[in-house]
């Protein structure tokens, strides 16, 4: 059984920075696909970014050049860096592991899913 625990959110004004951790247990976490989604009140699960275990990322035209991903394999996180915040980012962020090798934004191909950490922005 894998595990995945987020830390790192909270409130933050717009334009500000926060940094997201999700420690993984369990088992062999180098070879997943990592993702993080994001769900806002109201609104659908949507795909944020993804990392593949060589390090190859996707992000969501919405984030891109304003947030990265990244993983660190020793000690079994991976992390997403929020840069320049804004009021629509505000949402419960989730990361997911997918225990295929290709990246996908469909979080119907994630097999393990974090308990989510609230990130909201103020304007």
């Known amino acids: 059984q894998v595990q995945l625990v987020e830390s790192g959110g909270g409130l933050v004004q717009a334009g500000g920075s926060l940094r997201l951790s999700c420690a993984v247990s369990g088992r062999t976490f180098r070879t997943y696909v990592m993702g993080w989604f994001r769900q806002a009140p109201g609104k659908e699960r949507e795909f944020v970014a993804a990392?593949?275990?060589?390090?190859?990322?996707y992000y969501a035209d919405s984030v891109k050049g304003r947030f990265t991903i990244s993983r660190d394999n020793a000690k079994d996180t991976v992390y997403l860096q929020m840069n320049s915040l804004k009021p629509d980012d505000t949402a419960v962020y989730y990361c997911a592991c997918d225990r295929r090798s290709t990246i996908n934004t469909n979080g119907n191909f994630y097999d393990y899913w974090g308990q989510g950490t609230q990130v909201t922005v103020s304007s």
């Open positions: 990392i593949s275990w060589s390090g190859y990322t």
